[in-house]
């Protein structure tokens, strides 16, 4: 079992910064990728970032140049730095964590934190 709590979203103006932090708790030795969705209203969810145990990253298209996640050297909790933050951004964004089970893997999801950036 993996707890996940995020923190650090809020109200910027276009063009700013901010960034996440996502805490892991309970099973986390075991936790391989970690990353961030985000959801708007009236969008569909989307995969923003992911970044394994050993460090391999991928991102969403509309975010590559502008976004960067990381994870601490205990693995246990993941950041997103976001730069350059354009209206569209705006969003839930939910942290999540996946541990191996059998030949799969479980996916643990944080609450969310709200995102948004004016114009």
């Known amino acids: 079992q993996v707890q996940l709590v995020e923190s650090g979203g809020g109200l910027v103006q276009a063009g700013g910064s901010l960034r996440l932090s996502c805490a892991a708790s309970?099973?986390?030795?075991?936790?391989?990728?970690m990353g961030w969705h985000r959801q708007a209203p009236g969008r569909q969810r989307e995969l923003v970032a992911i970044?394994?145990?050993?460090?391999?990253?991928n991102y969403a298209d509309s975010v590559k140049g502008r976004f960067t996640i990381s994870r601490d050297n205990a693995e246990n909790t993941v950041y997103l730095q976001m730069n350059m933050l354009k209206p569209e951004d705006t969003a839930v964004y939910s942290c999540?964590?996946?541990?191996?089970?059998?030949?799969?893997?479980?996916?643990?999801w944080g609450q969310g934190t709200q995102v948004t950036v004016s114009s």
């Open positions: 999540f964590g996946d541990t191996p089970r059998g030949v799969g893997v479980y996916r643990s």
């Open positions: 309970g099973s986390i030795f075991n936790i391989n990728a």
């Open positions: 970044i394994t145990k050993g460090g391999s990253t």
